[in-house]
């Protein structure tokens, strides 16, 4: 068959192990996955009680227009329901953008290290990749970017805070970048962390859409609202981005139900702002244990921490799973030496630096 020729490159996706694997293979009654960044606090619980009591018309097609979440969002965040698009995760966001944008003939910008999927889009729709090593303290090099985008550059993908080092780049950053940055390529501000970050350096990037024409917010209901099971991501972008964007979308890209659980996980933010003010005190646990240990750690606005282990970081993983603990490598990320662990709560925090003790008495 005739496949695109890129593919005999490629591999799909590699998921960690799961639970029920690690249970299995290790003979462990309790096992953490601390490896996909998922809310260890759960989801609202306003989200089960919504589920339970939905029960009617699931033979109808979701709603075109995901008009609900989309007039609830747009008054969250004071902008024009037609200034949103609603996608599969943001993942599917990153595909969709790619699809409208990316094509033989176009480059494309982005760090290295950051979120696989920019690389992955863009290598399937044929565009020029262009990866810009990140600065030594992990941000990413917006110097770098500029040099390296010009005419046929279609898509700049910051990733703020940055998937897998968790480093966080102010306002401030951000906008200089924005003013300087070609104003014929759309900036894509990914932002699949924004509701953890604690700096005050940071402003609600959606109120710059009016600003800067070329820039598009993208966010997830999948890290600090717990939902990364039902897939709902959202863009923020002017009108015109969104219109050109809706052609791409497959119209029926999200479910009813999913589209439900959101507008009401986002209903509740006395239980967003509790996980995120666990989330906190326990990052700083894990930035004291890095200190006292003598490890580096990137300097994590996230709910994820990327720390050096003192042997190679797949050997590192495996210990941590004979411990019930799984995390995931930095050798499958592009940072070796280091692990990317999931902040979980309190007690697992405990428990996964126990395991860890391990790594450092077998140096
Ligand atoms: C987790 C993550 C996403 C994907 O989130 P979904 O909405 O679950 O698809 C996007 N970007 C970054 C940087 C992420 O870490």
Request: overall charge negative.
């Amino acid at each position: 068959m005739n496949w695109k020729s890129i593919l005999s490159t490629m591999k799909p996706y590699a998921p960690g192990r799961s639970i029920a694997e690690v249970k299995r293979i290790y003979g462990l009654q309790e096992v953490h996955k601390l490896a996909s960044n998922e809310n260890p606090y759960g989801t609202s619980p306003a989200v089960a009680e919504y589920l339970s009591a939905c029960a009617d018309q699931f033979e109808m097609y979701p709603d075109v227009y995901t008009s609900g979440l989309r007039t609830t969002l747009a008054k969250h965040h004071q902008v024009e329901p037609s200034e949103l698009l609603i996608s599969n995760g943001s993942d599917e966001m990153v595909t969709i953008i790619s699809r409208a944008l990316l094509q033989p003939g176009v480059n494309t910008v982005m760090a290295s290290v950051t979120f696989p999927q920019y690389v992955h889009n863009a290598k399937i729709e044929g565009a020029e990749i262009r990866q810009v090593a990140m600065l030594e303290n992990g941000d990413h090099d917006l110097e770098g970017f500029l040099e390296a985008a010009d005419e046929q550059t279609a898509i700049i993908w910051v990733c703020n805070p940055n998937n897998p080092t968790g480093n966080f780049l102010s306002s401030q950053t951000i906008k200089d970048f924005l003013d300087r940055a070609p104003k014929t390529a759309l900036i894509v501000l990914d932002e699949a962390y924004f509701e953890y970050v604690t700096s005050s350096e940071q402003e609600n990037a959606i109120r710059w859409i009016h600003d800067y024409d070329n820039l598009l917010i993208s966010r997830t209901f999948s890290k600090a609202y717990g939902l990364a099971s039902f897939r709902i991501g959202y863009a923020v972008a002017n009108e015109g981005i969104i219109q050109e964007l809706n052609k791409v979308r497959n119209p029926f890209n999200t479910n009813t139900l999913a589209l439900g659980a959101a507008e009401v996980a986002l209903a509740d933010q006395q239980f967003l702002n509790d996980c995120v003010t666990k989330n906190e005190a326990e990052r700083n646990r894990f930035v004291a244990y890095a200190r006292e240990n003598q490890l580096a750690i990137y300097p994590s606005e996230t709910n994820f921490v990327l720390i050096e282990v003192p042997i190679d970081a797949d050997e590192a993983c495996e210990i941590l799973l004979q411990h019930g603990y799984i995390v995931r490598s930095g050798n499958l990320l592009g940072t070796p030496g280091y692990v990317r662990i999931t902040i979980g709560t309190e007690q697992q925090n405990t428990g996964l630096f126990k395991a860890f003790d391990q790594l450092l008495t077998n140096k």
